[in-house]
């Protein structure tokens, strides 16, 4: 079993090198000497910044890593949603697309469904070298079992080295039952991807109510399954000379089986979402009571934008959690953004930064979000909001 060695006789500095451990698990015993507790977490953050007086130790060690002329190739999920194919998935495949420059690999593209076929042709457009469509009318609807059986196939067949899902219900259903088929990591809600020229995949996602930002890798088994949300990554734009290929794959009927079945599907009418709005008002704590979002609700009324929130505003029930902006809630990308009254906790940072203009308004001058805003304006917003909202009201009076 794998274990934190330390080597005393480097240590020159204990108190400095207890503060390397973010769990706390780093102390100076009776006898005055370095040891770790039982809140060690295996995170090697010490082995990587002690310049080696914390030394990795055991059989972990001397595991043997996958052989890259095997596994080599990057590949995504590709999922459709209510007949189109979902945003997600040309995402991915875009940030897979860079992952394989830098890997010197193929991006290959599982496309499962009744009808899949017919987007084969545009994943090639968007850069995937193969893509693997697996039609059959069980796969008109998500199930679990089916296309969980479709993945494994796929897997077993590519011995692919990542494979990216979406962060969504389905994505979330599957990714962890494959990982556990094939005995490997898998890391939710990932922020930040990247991939070294052996394959190793480098995944970051806030860890620990976001006091840490989480570097995870999968170094001894493979694939490395990742799930990443919608909104955190750009569509890439089209290839110029698309020369991807596209393979046709079946399973034995058998395999289609679930233990569940479809009696009936009601399509539910879709509403307008945070997600896919352009301007955004985002509500905080900075908010003193309920009644007080009606100012805010008026300036994104008079922006043609929408009215969101940060964790603390839903969890009073002031605000639909369906509003909610953050790594618990939505992730945006809108053309404007202006954060109101928000402190700039990195969950909700996290679930924003991708907008194209930032403006935030909070009478704190050392308030975290002002790091993430294009502009920053220090005032309080009962008296910044109803100024921006006559000078709008004014400008469209001319």
């Given amino acids: 079993m794998a274990f934190i060695k330390i080597n005393h006789d480097k240590v020159s500095d204990a108190a400095k090198l207890v503060k390397l451990c973010p769990f706390n698990a780093i102390e100076i015993n009776d006898a005055g000497q370095l040891s770790i507790n039982s809140g060690c977490r295996m995170c090697k953050l010490c082995v990587k910044k002690s310049n080696g007086i914390f030394e990795l130790a055991g059989e972990e060690k001397s595991r043997p890593r996958p052989d890259r002329n095997i596994y080599r190739d990057v590949a995504v999920l590709a999922e459709i ?6 945003p997600v998935s040309l995402e991915l495949l875009g940030k897979a697309r860079e992952l394989a420059q830098k890997s010197n690999a193929k991006v290959l593209v599982l496309l499962p469904g009744k009808n899949a076929g ?3 042709d545009t994943l090639i457009e968007y850069g995937a070298d193969a893509v693997f469509v697996y039609e059959n009318d069980k796969l008109e609807y998500f199930l679990a079992e089916p296309f969980a059986a479709v993945m494994e196939d796929f897997i077993r067949e590519n011995h692919v080295s990542v494979f990216l899902v979406g962060g969504t219900p389905a994505g979330r259903a599957l ?3 494959l990982a556990a088929r094939f ?3 898998l890391t939710a809600d990932c922020t ?5 020229e052996d ?3 480098e995944q970051i996602r ?3 109510g976001g006091n840490i930002m989480a570097h995870i890798n999968t170094l001894y088994t493979r694939p490395q399954f990742a799930t990443v949300r919608y909104k955190i990554f750009p569509i890439p734009e089209k290839v110029k000379n698309p020369s991807g290929k596209v393979f046709h794959r079946s399973l034995p009927e058998e395999k289609y089986a679930s233990a569940a079945e479809i009696i009936g599907v009601f399509p539910k009418k879709r509403e307008n979402s945070i997600e896919d709005a352009e301007i955004i008002v985002a509500a905080g704590r900075g908010i003193k009571k309920k009644e007080d979002l009606a100012m805010l609700e008026e300036l994104a009324g008079l922006l043609g934008g929408t009215l969101a929130s940060s964790r603390p505003l839903v969890e009073c029930s002031w605000m639909d959690p369906r509003r909610q902006i953050g790594l618990s809630g939505r992730t945006v990308k809108p053309k404007l953004l202006i954060a109101c009254g928000i402190s700039g906790a990195i969950q909700f940072v996290a679930g924003m930064n991708g907008a194209e203009k930032i403006i935030a308004i909070n009478s704190d001058p050392e308030a975290p979000i002002f790091k993430a805003a294009h502009v920053a304006i220090c005032g309080d917003i009962y008296k910044v909001v109803p ?4 000078k709008i009201r004014g400008e469209a009076g001319k």
């Fill in 192 to 196: 930040f991807l990247d991939v070294s």
């Fill in 199 to 201: 394959g190793d995949l």
């Fill in 118 to 120: 017919v987007f084969a």
């Fill in 387 to 390: 100024e921006l909202i006559a």
């Fill in 183 to 185: 005995r490997t990591g």
């Fill in 175 to 177: 990714a962890p039952r």
């Fill in 81 to 86: 949603d209510g007949g189109s194919l979902h």
């Fill in 206 to 208: 806030p860890a620990y």
